[in-house]
């Protein structure tokens, strides 16, 4: 398991400063085009967990392999593609999961894909029109503990890991799916069901928005991307 000592809990604290930096140049986008959602605890998190001390076993993988890509739909307008290991494509991710988490060692992809679509909610600015995305799940070669399903996203100004679900969950569903906001009262990483490591800022349901405005972390555009994940 992921220990608190205090080179990690700087690594994790980077974590939520970052998602907040994401969260707040969304926000001033959706200033213009409608109000930003308010950010509540999800209900399903609790602040007391308290991190297991059974051993996790290594995941095994699929009985049937994942395909490579998937065509472009509705709700998935780009298509997607599983990008080869060793392009660029498929180092930034597991860089970026790295940086934010503070994990070490090798990073071991059980499947990634690749998406490009619009901003959450769309957006008429340039930069924001067209978002680059990764969905990845994986473990740490050397930490099985350290197993999750990932969310990762780049813009214009840069990249961040945006939200986390249990690595046995599937496809993109209410409550797996969380993101963390800075907020002060929030500053001490903590333990999160089903997540690996510790976490910090307040969680909330990535893929039902904050209270009272259901906008999601993901547009309609590209939620499909994840169907069979």
């Not at 660029?88 to 999961?97: M, N, S, W």
């Not at 969380?178 to 001490?188: I, M, P």
């Amino acid at each position: 398991m992921l220990g608190r000592v205090a080179d990690h809990n700087v690594m994790l604290r980077s974590l939520s400063i970052w998602i907040a930096v994401v969260v707040a140049l969304a926000a001033c986008e959706r200033a213009v085009d409608q109000p930003s959602p308010p950010v509540e605890r999800s209900p399903t998190i609790s602040s007391s967990v308290e991190p297991t001390s059974e051993p996790v076993a290594t995941p095994k993988p699929p009985e049937e392999p994942y395909p490579r890509s998937g065509p472009a739909t509705d709700t998935c307008v780009n298509g997607w593609r599983a990008p080869a290991e060793g392009n660029t494509l498929y180092d930034l991710p597991l860089r970026v999961i790295r940086s934010a988490t503070g994990v070490r060692g090798r990073l071991v992809v059980i499947h990634m894909r690749y998406f490009e679509g619009p901003e959450s909610p769309p957006s008429d600015k340039g930069y924001l029109a067209v978002v680059r995305r990764w969905y990845v799940r994986g473990y740490a070669k050397n930490d099985t503990a350290f197993q999750a399903r990932f969310l990762v996203e780049s813009r214009e100004f840069g990249e961040g890991l945006v939200a986390v679900a249990p690595y046995d969950s599937t496809d993109f569903r209410s409550p797996d799916w969380r993101g963390f906001q800075y907020n002060e009262s929030e500053l001490e990483p903590r333990p999160i069901r089903g997540l690996p490591g510790e976490w910090a800022g307040i969680a909330y349901d990535f893929v039902e928005g904050g209270a009272g405005l259901r906008i999601s972390g993901l547009p309609d555009a590209v939620e499909g991307c994840l169907d069979g994940s």
